[in-house]
């Protein structure tokens, strides 16, 4: 049953999946369960595995003179890696750790390039999902190079509304790049102007 998630998502992205190529993946996936807190990477550490969400929060961060600079969060339904590591077999340079209880359907680096070899088709897989993290990674660039830190704000609204209300004011500033002070601004500005994109109401709710 936890393997239902990541095998609708498989035959989703690739057309062409066949039961036979999903049970190679099967044979080498194992579902792991973390609890809130708990630190899968951090720094001097090697990324070994990279993962598909079942369900849970997980947040990435650099930590710079004991400031924490958040750089993605993680829900349910996605990937999950510090891929520059697991592609570069590197020691991290980050943080990344549980915000909600988690369950993880995970693969390590040498299954993932053996199965890659055996199906194309796999290896297209793996193609198309760090094609759409480059895209994310570049989108994320662009926004602190353009946009204000209020257009971030609606921005991160728009795009991760699903979990704005689970997340501490204080992550997503710096998530955003601001200081808490900052953020806390910006929610008055919309609360007494509101948009379509952030109701007044949501505001308060949060």
Same mark, same amino acid.
């Given at each position: 049953?936890?393997?239902?998630?990541?095998?609708?998502?498989?035959?989703?992205?690739?057309?062409?999946?066949?039961?036979?190529?999903?049970?190679?993946?099967?044979?080498?996936?194992?579902?792991?369960?973390?609890?809130?807190?708990d630190?899968?990477?951090?720094?001097?550490?090697?990324?070994?595995?990279?993962?598909?969400?079942?369900?849970?929060?997980?947040?990435?961060?650099?930590?710079?003179?004991?400031?924490?600079?958040?750089?993605?969060?993680?829900?349910?339904?996605?990937?999950f890696?510090?891929?520059? =590591? !697991?592609?570069?077999?590197k $020691?991290?340079?980050? *943080?990344?750790?549980?915000? %909600?209880?988690? #369950?993880?359907?995970?693969?390590?680096?040498?299954?993932?390039?053996?199965?890659?070899?055996?199906?194309a088709?796999?290896?297209?897989?793996?193609?198309?999902?760090?094609?759409?993290?480059?895209?994310?990674?570049?989108?994320?660039?662009? =926004? !602190?190079?353009?946009?204000? $830190?209020?257009?971030? *704000?609606?921005?991160f609204? %728009?795009?991760? #509304?699903?979990?704005?209300?689970?997340?501490?004011?204080?992550?997503?500033?710096?998530?955003?790049?601001?200081?808490p002070?900052?953020?806390?601004?910006?929610?008055?500005?919309?609360?007494?102007?509101?948009?379509?994109?952030?109701?007044? =109401?949501?505001?308060?709710a949060?």
């Amino acid at each position: 049953m936890a393997l239902a998630q990541v095998k609708e998502f498989f035959f989703n992205l690739i057309p062409t999946m066949t039961e036979e190529k999903w049970q190679s993946f099967e044979a080498i996936a194992t579902v792991r369960h973390y609890k809130k807190g708990d630190v899968i990477i951090k720094p001097g550490m090697v990324s070994n595995h990279v993962s598909f969400i079942n369900k849970g929060l997980l947040r990435s961060y650099y930590l710079v003179d004991g400031k924490e600079i958040i750089v993605s969060f993680f829900d349910s339904d996605c990937y999950f890696s510090e891929y520059e =590591s !697991f592609l570069s077999r590197k $020691p991290s340079n980050q *943080y990344a750790d549980v915000l %909600e209880d988690t #369950e993880m359907v995970e693969i390590t680096y040498d299954d993932l390039q053996n199965l890659y070899g055996k199906y194309a088709d796999c290896e297209r897989a793996g193609r198309l999902i760090a094609e759409q993290l480059f895209v994310e990674l570049c989108n994320r660039n662009t =926004s !602190f190079m353009l946009q204000t $830190p209020e257009e971030r *704000y609606h921005r991160f609204y %728009e795009e991760c #509304e699903q979990i704005a209300n689970r997340i501490p004011q204080y992550m997503i500033a710096s998530y955003l790049g601001i200081t808490p002070e900052a953020l806390s601004r910006i929610r008055s500005r919309i609360r007494n102007k509101p948009t379509a994109a952030i109701p007044a =109401s949501a505001i308060d709710a949060e």
